[in-house]
């Protein structure tokens, strides 16, 4: 069965420092992948998303991510962060068979603090 | 501005009282989805629609009814609330568009049950 995993639930960054968020998923084939951004008190935003290409992805905000085959990994990075990259992050799949918005699965999320 | 639009953004209401959600979006997207977020569980979705007059189950959808009679209106019904249904609550729209496309997922603010 498809599914995602966020191993950390929270991590806790100096503003400054580099982030690195990790996401693992298990499905049959190379799925679409995406890392979202919900900030508090606020719905879903894309970050960015990995369909096929170069393994390397830039998003907005500074973000990047690397899609590792071997590893099953799609992990979120950023060199430096600032305050206002406080919020929980989501990685989220979506089924290349059905290519459908309608399917995508979810990660449970990794809360991020940045402390001063 | 394009938008997804929820209503109520909060409500406390009690066990057994029927009550719906409002989603509407003015982009002429194809697809609706409602998810659900829970601590520790991410995203969870309940009901898609891939267009109008055509509905499907996600994840978690017992309890729960939608509708889809017009394109912009995607309505999230609980005919008998129950307290394990107590959550926020997301609409989001995407249009027909492949996953691999330009297109995104455009999420709701947000609606915060309270099932006492």
């Known amino acids: 069965a498809q599914s995602v995993t966020q191993p950390d639930i929270h991590i806790t960054v100096s503003e400054g420092a580099s982030l690195e968020l990790r996401c693992n998923y298990s499905?049959?084939?190379?799925?679409?992948l995406f890392w979202y951004v919900q900030s508090p008190g606020q719905g879903l935003q894309l970050l960015l998303k990995y369909f096929s290409g170069d393994t390397l992805v830039q998003g907005i905000k500074g973000f990047e991510a690397e899609f590792k085959r071997s590893q099953s990994s799609f992990n979120l990075r950023k060199p430096s962060v600032h305050w206002s990259d406080a919020a929980e992050y989501f990685c989220?799949?979506?089924?290349?068979?059905?290519?459908?918005?309608?399917?995508?699965?979810f990660g449970a999320g990794t809360q991020v603090v940045v402390t001063p | 501005e394009a938008q997804v639009t929820q209503n109520p953004r909060y409500l406390i209401t009690v066990t057994g009282k029927k009550l719906t959600v409002t989603c509407s979006q003015n982009m002429n997207h194809e697809y609706m989805s409602w998810y659900r977020q829970d601590p520790g569980l991410g995203l969870r979705q309940i009901y898609y629609s891939m267009n109008v007059e055509v509905t499907d189950k996600g994840d978690v959808p017992e309890g729960y009814k939608v509708s889809r009679k017009e394109k912009r209106n995607f309505p999230l019904i609980l005919e008998s609330p129950s307290p394990n249904q107590t959550s926020l609550y997301f609409c989001?729209?995407?249009?027909?568009?492949?996953?691999?496309?330009?297109?995104?997922?455009?999420f709701g603010p947000g609606t915060r049950l309270t099932v006492t």
């Open positions: 989220a799949v979506g089924r290349r068979t059905t290519d459908s918005w309608g399917k995508l699965q």
């Open positions: 499905y049959g084939a190379t799925p679409y």
């Open positions: 989001a729209s995407s249009p027909r568009q492949g996953l691999a496309g330009q297109n995104l997922q455009y």
